[in-house]
């Protein structure tokens, strides 16, 4: 087992992931930004470094300093969190070369899972189900209108190197084609260095389903159950829940062991996500992450199991505390993301907190790291905190997150909790019946 940990990360993640090396009697090193000298999580830690200014480009990406900051203080071991470094190849391997184990996948499975047109690919391979499309990257329009001839409209045009809903482009009928390609490639040129774009039929009313995964690394594999995380406003996920309300028993444990089994040919370490759009009783894979999700703790909740052990177990080369046979869904838990942002426009609100008062009780869980007299610095993301709840049944959970809202105070600041208050009573989200627009509709009407 590792000595001492460090974690290279900051907010409610770093502080997670710190638990968790408490509970194991793992020293922790936490290095942190100018802006973030008060976080909670570095008055937690047992040691801290400052490795650079604000911005996350000289600081929290900044992987000189970081390494740097492993050879200081003697640690054996880097959590990444999610995020900043999280999915980046060239950091675990320079980690490797000197000696210091990342707690995630290989530098090559990080690569592969990166390039979404590779992803693809080696998801078909290992038999998971995939979105029908173009096999590789597509450069001339005749062979876009063959394709999407073929895959039938509408269709999306995607980023290969794509992220954060960047650089993809829906293709209703042919005429919309040229312009779309076009679009999309300039974007993702511009976003992301590289403008190879691909296609793929369009879902028009899809909910998105993804399911934990882990490996040990040595050909073994186990999947955790679902998540479904269609509730989203541009892509960014705003509410998850597991199990998911639409899946049954059966189809869980059919897309699970796909994944599982996928996971262990691949010899995959650690956490993964393997993200798919669900219609009509069909999976189609999209992506896989590579790393912990901000929504892990819902499956956290009814598996009961703490996943950031599991991660520290298998890159220390402790293998899975468990078989697939010992994994046990119990209940229900829904997450609700508590943004720094006006609940209606989503405009970020940074500034002081000056008061902060969460909800306890049975079924009760919040992962924050800010408190009273906090200020939020303007640099990151403006995810404040986590409110996770578990209830026997999806109707007890939703009855114990209405009461968990109204007890959570934040003021000072604007936030997203009265965009919580409105959705728990919506008959939409009570009975489940909701796919990956219907959040974005649901507030267009709301205006
Ligand atoms: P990113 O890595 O940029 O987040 P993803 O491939 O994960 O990109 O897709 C993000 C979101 O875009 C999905 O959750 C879904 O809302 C939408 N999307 C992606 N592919 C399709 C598709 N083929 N049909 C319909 N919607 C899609």
New binding site residues.
């Given amino acids: 087992m590792f000595q001492k940990i460090l974690i290279a990360n900051r907010g409610e993640i770093a502080l997670r992931v710190l638990r968790a090396c408490k509970e194991l009697g793992i020293q922790t090193v936490v290095v942190h930004s100018t802006a973030d000298a008060d976080a909670m999580h570095v008055r937690l830690a047992d040691e801290s470094v400052c490795i650079g200014p604000p911005p996350s480009r000289d600081s929290y990406l900044n992987i000189h300093q970081i390494v740097a900051a492993c050879e200081i203080t003697g640690a054996d071991a880097v959590h990444p969190g999610y995020g900043f470094l999280s999915e980046n190849a060239k950091f675990a391997d320079i980690l490797a070369a000197h000696n210091i184990t990342f707690i995630g996948p290989s530098g090559d499975h990080i690569r592969i899972m990166g390039d979404?047109i590779e992803a693809k690919r080696t998801a078909k391979r290992l038999g998971i189900p995939v979105?029908p499309g173009s096999d590789g990257a597509v450069t001339d329009q005749k062979e876009a209108r063959r394709i999407a001839a073929e895959i039938g409209y509408p269709v999306?045009i995607?980023a290969s190197a794509?992220?954060?809903?960047?650089?993809?482009k829906v293709a209703l009928t042919e005429a919309d084609l040229e312009i779309a390609l076009q679009t999309a490639s300039t974007e993702a040129g511009a976003a992301f260095g590289d403008d190879a774009v691909y296609i793929?039929?369009?879902?028009?009313k899809?909910r998105?389903i993804e399911v934990q995964v882990f490996g040990d690394g040595a050909g073994r594999g186990v999947h955790f159950g679902e998540r479904d995380c269609s509730l989203?406003r541009r892509?960014q996920k705003v509410w998850e829940e597991a199990p998911s309300p639409a899946l049954n028993a059966e189809e869980r444990a059919r897309i699970g062991n796909i994944c599982a089994k996928a996971i262990a040919d691949l010899g995959y370490s650690g956490a993964g996500t393997i993200?798919f759009?669900y219609e009509n009783g069909e999976f189609?894979f999209?992506?896989m992450n590579t790393r912990l999700q901000v929504e892990h703790p819902v499956t956290e909740a009814i598996t009961g199991i703490d996943l950031v052990h599991e991660q520290i177990r298998v890159a220390s080369g402790g293998g899975l505390s468990v078989r697939q046979e010992d994994i046990k869904f119990s209940g229900h838990a829904i997450e609700c993301r508590i943004n720094a942002e006006d609940p209606r426009t989503f405009t970020p609100s940074p500034g002081t907190i000056t008061h902060f008062h969460t909800p306890g009780g049975l079924g009760i869980r919040v992962d924050s790291g800010v408190y009273s007299g906090y200020k939020i610095p303007p640099y990151y993301d403006s995810l404040i905190g986590k409110l996770i709840v578990h209830g026997r049944n999806r109707v007890e959970c939703m009855m114990r997150l209405r009461r968990a809202l109204d007890e959570f105070v934040v003021d000072g600041i604007k936030t997203t909790l009265p965009l919580f208050r409105d959705l728990v009573g919506n008959a939409d989200i009570a009975n489940g019946d909701y796919d990956?627009h219907w959040l974005e509709k649901y507030l267009a009407k709301e205006e």
């Fill in positions: 979404k979105v999306i995607k794509g992220g954060g809903g960047r650089g993809m793929e039929k369009y879902l028009e899809p998105h989203q892509h993200e759009l189609y999209i992506e990956i």
